[in-house]
């Protein structure tokens, strides 16, 4: 089992920036590939970024790319996701997500692959 907590949602308005964790616990968390996922209101959930267990491999979904940064530190159990240069359109909430890996440097877009979700913190982006 892999419990997930994310923090750092909040109120930004556009152009701002915000940093989102996601604290693990429960198993060993540098053979776990994390991915970032997003949800507004009255639409689908959809892929943001993903990151390898072992955190050289990462991977955008074109809307973000350029503008999200997602990272990890496996000596705290965390993974980031900066957001900078926030538009209203990336106003949802955020989920962090986990799945077991046994490639060192496996990234996916697939919800349906991680196996463990967070909680999700919101994020509203002011125009």
């Known amino acids: 089992q892999v419990q997930l907590v994310e923090s750092g949602g909040g109120l930004v308005q556009t152009g701002g920036s915000l940093r989102l964790s996601c604290a693990a616990s429960?198993?060993?968390?540098?053979?776990?590939?994390m991915g970032w996922f997003r949800q507004a209101p009255g639409k689908e959930r959809e892929f943001v970024a993903a990151?390898?267990?072992?955190?050289?491999?990462?991977y955008y979904a074109q809307s973000v790319k350029g503008r999200f940064t997602i990272s990890r530190d496996n000596a705290k159990n965390t993974v980031y996701l900066q957001m900078n240069s926030l538009k209203p359109e990336d106003m949802a909430v955020y989920y962090c997500?986990?799945?077991?890996?046994?490639?060192?440097?496996?990234?996916?877009?697939?919800?349906?692959?991680?196996?463990?979700w967070g909680q999700g913190t919101q994020v509203t982006v002011s125009s």
């Open positions: 997500a986990a799945r077991f890996s046994r490639l060192p440097n496996g990234v996916t877009r697939a919800d349906y692959e991680y196996a463990y």
């Open positions: 429960g198993r060993t968390f540098s053979n776990i590939a």
């Open positions: 990151i390898s267990s072992s955190g050289s491999s990462t």
